[in-house]
């Protein structure tokens, strides 16, 4: 007994501060050279003057407008984490770093460029990459896209030039899965959206490569509100990677992003995030996907960084034999809360589900798994199994499960697990008596517990999502 | 380990100070009334169990809550809920798990099973974990479906019929926790109040 703590202890001291090193080796700020920006808070003016400079059609600003009404009527979430520091008059809503898209990589800004190789893009790795399209701030900045993709008909562009180019498509879907009365930040998000990606998969074709964005937030104070759309049609695939590293800065900022995807009758789509915001950042996003008959969609979440991150994809699965899968890793450090997990809501019969979530929390930083399988009447024979398993690095750490399960159809096989735990103090024993330093055995022991998820990842995100961890880690041999 | 029947109500509260079995049985109870028990941990090396048994009579709702609370290190609690729902009932069960910052060395479980029987049915299950230590072992699990239908098939084929099949059945659920229960007394009263 009097052992135990001591253990405890040491192992403690030994960790040290995992992100003390975030500053060296991510932590850069760019000069900001915007050509244009809007005045600090929101306003109406504000919209107009952002759906003007976007030139953008009337139906868009008065669904801008409306949404607006929306966000100031609705109140502040009371649950989960807490968002009352949030200050939306100090928070920049659009500003467009660059005259406008470049298409070759030689023509992309200095700064930008040095950015995207701090961010660790190789050249040589592009060629493996279906296409790129970087964000930088808010507008995307530099895109690429294989012309086979385009002969396909596969259409990736940045949100709002998709609504230049395809008016009729976009209409069509857009604000359909997500509607701005959702919630406070889907309101907002819809009133002062700028750039994301747009996605449209013809019926029956494969993407075979990744089709990846980078997200990046670079001025202080500036508000991320990114809107992706993605339909995949009858019998496609595809898989679309984002990740996001953002700079270090002083002042709160705030990501409201919406992610809306369509999955049509047999198609599978696969949408993979990796985010490592700065912890000043408010990561609160609403990502939902509504799956048709034998429809697959497949959310791979992982979490790193941010203040706090609410953030719960989910799948509304609204045809037979439809399927939905979460899989999300979260690690919050100090200061920080992740709150994150995942929806399923059963409403045809012989639909299926699955989420499995790892946390790790150390050095005060707070984990919350929070989330929802909801089985309607009409959702004969379906089956749901989710499983939440957290690690504790030390004392000052917490982790929550808040899973709620509403069962409404009597042929329901559900299940969930959960458990909560340190790192085995025989694991740790083992390794070291296999001349492991503690902190190896300690990295090594996390880096098997996120394994089942960064297998599912493409080979150069689970590369980059192992260097972050490493990171995280590595704190812990000084 | 002693063993105890308790009669949950609105918010019943116990401090455990020694090592208890709490059984809570719901045969007779009004429909649809809110019962809570919580176990509050505040002395050392002390463990319990949480133990709730009810088998719902159709078109009937049982509103549950059971807190573990552990406030002081070296304690333990294991809580296990089995439930079997008829035709037409509602069930709406929370089971957290609390462990307070100074309760190291706790460990502290939760099952919850429900077998659906008929029709209907509605259930509604929140299993909750809120830990602060880190030198704890906690889990939950629940799972809810109907018997399988290859169990069925098996007793069928030595000769019983569907329902004696089922009957039997859903008597080996309750029993692996009857079993458990220490007092025989309290034991035999549980498995009466189960029987169809």
Redesign the interface.
Known sequence: MSE??KA?KKQKSNVGDLRADYKTKYGFNMPDKSVYRTKRGLNEEVIRDISKTKDEPEWMLNFRLRAYKTFKERPMPQWGANLNDINFDEIVYYLKPTDQEKRSWEDVPEEIKQTFERLGIPQAEREFLAGVKAQYDSEVAYSSLRDELEEEGVIFLSTDEALRKYPQLFEEYFGKAIPPADNKFAALNSAVWSGGSFVYIPKGVEVKRPLQAYFRINAARMGQFERTLIIAEEGSFAHYVEGCTAPVYSSDSLHAAVVEVFVKPGARFRYTTIQNWSNDVYNLVTKRARVEKDGVMEWIDGNLGSKITMKYPSCYLVGENAHGEVLSIAYAGQGMHQDAGAKMIHLAPNTSSTIISKSISAYGGRTSYRGLVNVS?LAENSKSRVECD?L????D??????????????????????????IGEEKLFYLMSRGLTEPEAMSLIVSGFIEPIVKELPMEYSLELNRLIELEMEGSVG | MISKIVHPEENTKFQVTENTQFIALFNDYPDGKECKIELEFNTEGISAEIICLYRLPERKSLHLTTVAKHIVPHTSCNTVVRGV?ESKTDSYYIGKILIK?QA??TSSYLSDRVL?L?????????????????????????????INPDEIYYLQSRGLNEKESSDLIVEGFFNKVLETIADPEVRELAANAVKS
């Open positions: 135990k703590p405890v009447p957290a504790i690095l030390d004392a750490s917490a982790s929550d499960t808040f899973p709620v399960m509403k069962i409404s159809n009597s042929s329901a096989q559900i299940e969930h697990e959960a458990t909560v735990s340190k | 729902l910052k190291q060395q659906v008929g029709d209907g049915v509605k259930n509604n299950s929140e299993p909750i974990l809120e830990i602060e230590a880190d030198d704890v072992s906690a889990s939950h699990g629940a799972s809810t479906g109907r």
